[in-house]
């Protein structure tokens, strides 16, 4: 019998010799943080990973994904986030929202790389120090949809020219609802229209911050791109469509979902290049010497199915600007 295959027997418990077992390396973990759920986070999980195989990774072969999704419930995330630390995860990623971002970063420690995607300005937040030089152990992707609420208001006036009240629908809760708010406020001042803010960071405040809309005479409405909303988008559409309130917000998705129009960047482009900074890490680069990432290319799309529902006429001129029209 060879060394190497031969078995001790000791009180009826089998031991494997050890360099078998030293054959067995633990496979690196990443702990991946979510504000959203599952359910609704099957694209950005989806580009994530096709990112991560780019480097070579690919789940429960050579790498285990630990996720944890808030499921809307922001108050969770720092829990959630606590429990991925305790599991001594390899790398830590957070994103579904900006909010995932600023709730982790102060519970993740500067032993663990951290990896997110975010919309908001991770500068201006205090999320990294600067974007060529983020910190010592985080690193990440902006795709900028947050920002662009003025530009949005603008393109709203420019779809109903007859809507003088313009309604704001922002989740309080958000990082980005306080700038989203006074961006959009300025772009309607601007314009000489009056705006009115409805707050929801519930299912049941949807419902209500509609009543104020309507009640306020808005006749169009900005939707923050908030995770919350993201998850929350088909009520929302259904909901606008009922009370004849043409919206627009950042995201494609809200667009498909059957929104009036959206105009931002790709969450999911986002979430592929994520994948490929978590494997870049896991390979050994330091998120230091890995600049911010940030995206290029933004988007409108225009759902026609829906201008014809609300009666709409698009402008030829917005029409031909559209990188797509949904039909």
């Known amino acids: 019998m060879r ?4 078995i001790v027997v000791v ?21 991946y943080l979510s504000s959203r759920s599952p359910a609704d986070s099957a694209d950005i999980v989806a580009a994530f990973r096709q990112g991560l195989n780019e480097t070579g990774f690919v789940e429960e072969q050579n790498v285990i994904i630990e996720s944890r999704f808030a499921e809307g419930n922001f108050d969770r995330l ?68 947050n920002g662009l609420a003025g530009k949005l208001v ?5 779809l109903v020219p007859k809507a003088t009240v313009i309604g704001f629908l922002i989740n ?45 005479q808005a006749g169009a409405v900005f939707v923050e791109p908030d995770s919350f909303f993201t998850d929350q988008r088909k009520r929302i559409v259904t909901l606008a469509i009922r009370h004849a ?5 950042q ?14 960047t790709s969450i999911t ?19 230091a010497d890995l600049p911010v990432m940030q995206s290029t290319r933004f988007e409108l799309i225009i759902n026609l199915q829906t201008a014809k529902v609300l009666g709409l006429e698009i402008p030829w001129t917005l029409s031909a600007r559209a990188d797509e029209v949904i039909e």
Do not use: C
């Open 3 to 6: 060394r190497r295959d031969f």
């Open 245 to 249: 309130l043409p919206a627009i917000s």
């Open 11 to 31: 009180g009826g418990v089998v031991a494997w010799p050890f360099s078998v077992s030293a054959q067995q390396p633990a496979l690196p973990v990443i702990g």
């Open 251 to 264: 995201l494609r998705a809200f667009a498909d979902a059957g929104g009036l129009a959206s105009y931002g």
């Open 154 to 158: 603008e393109l709203l006036h420019e």
């Open 78 to 145: 720092p829990a959630l986030a606590a429990d991925l630390v305790r599991r001594r995860v390899n790398v830590f990623v957070a994103t579904g929202g900006t909010v995932s971002v600023v709730k982790a970063k102060p519970v993740v420690p500067a032993t663990i790389p951290m990896v997110f995607a975010m919309g908001g300005d991770p500068v201006r937040l205090g999320v990294v120090a600067s974007l060529n030089r983020p910190g010592d152990n985080i690193t990440g992707v902006s795709f900028l949809i």
């Open 172 to 216: 309080p809760k958000d990082a980005n609802a306080e700038s989203d708010t006074r961006e959009a406020q300025a772009a309607a001042d601007t314009l000489g229209l009056k705006s009115v803010l409805a707050k929801a960071s519930t299912e049941s405040e949807i419902e209500s911050a509609f009543t104020t809309l309507v009640q306020q």
């Open 269 to 287: 482009a986002a979430n592929r290049q994520l994948g490929n900074y978590t494997g870049r890490v896991l390979k050994g680069a330091k998120p």
